[in-house]
């Protein structure tokens, strides 16, 4: 049997209803960790302080980034942020989350900078819808080696999103 990771989800709000949907129909491959939209986000101006919360609260015992990209999850701040926050390394904590783009919709393809970053460094992947719960797992422990294999290839800038881009 194929170990469940433990895979934070990073998506953008649009998308919850086709999120919760991907979250269903692959129930039982990773365990689902996240911020719920119905939640109250951090309330603080304060992006160093709403990234440690994220820490604390959503990403601590997460081994995987899941970024799944409809047509805007590029354009917000808060995916970067838990980007970001993912990718952080640290002498004496864990490692840093795995990470894996993946497609909600086929025409949707624009990754968000950070993701993007890490794609072309080789040390995340895009890849399609998965075809089955085979696919999806095989694409969530490729992400949980990297973060050992390949950490050296993270690129994750101190810069920072402060505001939700725009998108049409």
Not at 51 to 56: A, K, V
């Amino acid at each position: 049997m194929a170990v469940r990771h433990k895979c934070f989800i990073s998506y953008n709000s649009a998308d919850k209803s086709v999120v919760d949907d991907f979250c269903e129909k692959f129930e039982g491959t990773f365990i689902r960790r996240g911020i719920k939209m119905e939640e109250d986000i951090i309330n603080s101006d304060n992006t160093d302080y709403v990234m440690q919360r994220i820490r604390q609260l959503y990403l601590q015992d997460s081994t995987v980034t899941i970024v799944l990209i409809g047509k805007c999850t590029w354009a917000r701040k808060f995916v970067d942020w838990e980007v970001q926050s993912s990718l952080r390394q640290s002498k004496s904590g864990p490692a840093p989350n795995g990470l894996v783009a993946i497609q909600l919709y086929k025409t949707y393809k624009t990754l968000p900078n950070r993701v993007k970053l890490n794609h072309d460094s080789g040390y995340s992947k895009f890849y399609g819808y998965p075809s089955s719960t085979t696919s999806l797992n095989n694409m969530i422990d490729e992400a949980f080696d990297a973060r050992t294999e390949h950490a050296d290839l993270i690129e994750n800038p101190r810069d920072r999103y402060t505001y939700n881009r725009a998108c049409s």
